[in-house]
């Protein structure tokens, strides 16, 4: 269906731009050379052809770059370099054949000031190029979205996201109960003497004993 909207577009689009881009070219040359012929200028002349010339380039923009399809820029790249091409096998037959004498809001249509200027032979050989390229007529691929299905057989041990880590296994180190002490010795500590005749502690040993050899006197 697209192809056959494209092809009705080309269709359409083909005589709208030959009438514009006609009544832009006219507009601009006969202002221009009234300028000339006056000595001075106005450039709000030039907006009324502008605005035909706009127009034509929008149309022919909108049919030869859209990724709709090929139809619509072959078939008014063809309509529109078919004039000039004539030219080259019967000119006075291609002249007699397109229409003259006709008028667009007051103003003269000569629609053979496209066709022999070459400007009708170059939109269309534009037009016609910008449909070799086929893979700009594709659609552009679709990422294919499968639902997430769980297996037959139940999870497996790798189905996570990456907020949902796996459970680490039990180890003998967790499963160790957590103390505040040092870690057990297995061989016992041998007890510190006890002072008899109720001395205290922190009293200086007895005099006349001797001092063992490693240690320093402080005075």
């Not at 192809?3 to 005589?15: I, M, Q």
Request: proline share 13%; charged share 15%.
């Amino acid at each position: 269906m697209r192809h056959l909207w494209s092809f009705l577009a080309g269709l359409v689009v083909a005589p709208i731009t030959w009438v514009l881009v006609t009544l832009g070219q006219d507009g601009s040359s006969r202002t221009v050379d009234r300028w000339v012929e006056i000595g001075t200028f106005n450039t709000a002349n030039l907006i009324e052809p502008a605005v035909y010339l706009g127009v034509g380039g929008v149309l022919l923009g909108l049919l030869g770059t859209l990724r709709f399809s090929p139809a619509g820029p072959l078939v008014a790249g063809l309509l529109l370099a078919t004039p000039y091409v004539g030219m080259f096998v019967a000119p006075f037959e291609v002249r007699d054949a397109v229409p003259q004498g006709w008028k667009v809001f007051g103003d003269p249509l000569p629609l053979l000031l496209p066709v022999e200027n070459g400007t009708l032979f170059l939109i269309g050989l534009l037009l016609l190029m910008a449909t070799f390229s086929g893979q700009r007529w594709r659609p552009w691929p679709q990422a294919a979205t499968t639902p997430a299905t769980a297996p037959a057989d139940g999870p497996r041990s790798d189905d996570f996201t990456m907020t949902d880590w796996p459970t680490p296994e039990p180890s003998e180190r967790d499963t160790a109960p957590l103390t505040l002490g040092y870690p057990a010795d297995p061989t016992p500590t041998e007890p510190l003497p006890r002072r008899v005749g109720g001395e205290s502690p922190w009293s200086a040993p007895p005099r006349g004993q001797p001092r063992p050899e490693d240690t320093t006197e402080i005075r």
